[in-house]
């Protein structure tokens, strides 16, 4: 059975930094292209950053520099690096691949 399960969400200030984690189970995260998506408030979900079976990684502008995708593959997770927080990252984030989705982490960054 695919499950993705998502953790690392919490409370931010400005400039500040957190690192999400997707833990995957029932495939292997290094054969599947994967990526992280979010949803702000009063806004429609949105892409964030993908990243491919080969290692090529493809990011919106918004957090371009500042946020970098990864896989551990002896963990089996994808991860994401967002530095230098903004308020306007606030938002629920989620982890999907393999036609599945998480259940989302929280994200809440202050000013």
């Known amino acids: 059975q695919v499950q993705l399960v998502e953790s690392g969400g919490g409370l931010a200030q400005t400039g500040g930094s957190l690192t999400l984690s997707c833990a995957a189970s029932?495939?292997?995260?290094?054969?599947?292209?994967m990526g992280w998506y979010r949803q702000r408030p009063g806004r429609g979900r949105e892409m964030v950053a993908v990243?491919?079976?080969?290692?090529?990684?493809t990011y919106i502008n918004a957090v371009k520099g500042r946020f970098t995708i990864s896989r551990d593959n002896a963990k089996n997770t994808l991860n994401l690096q967002m530095d230098n927080l903004r308020p306007d990252d606030t938002g629920v984030y989620y982890c999907?691949?393999?036609?599945?989705w998480g259940q989302g982490t929280r994200v809440t960054v202050s000013s």
């Open positions: 999907s691949g393999r036609d599945t």
């Open positions: 990243l491919g079976t080969e290692g090529s990684a």
């Open positions: 029932g495939f292997d995260v290094r054969f599947a292209a």
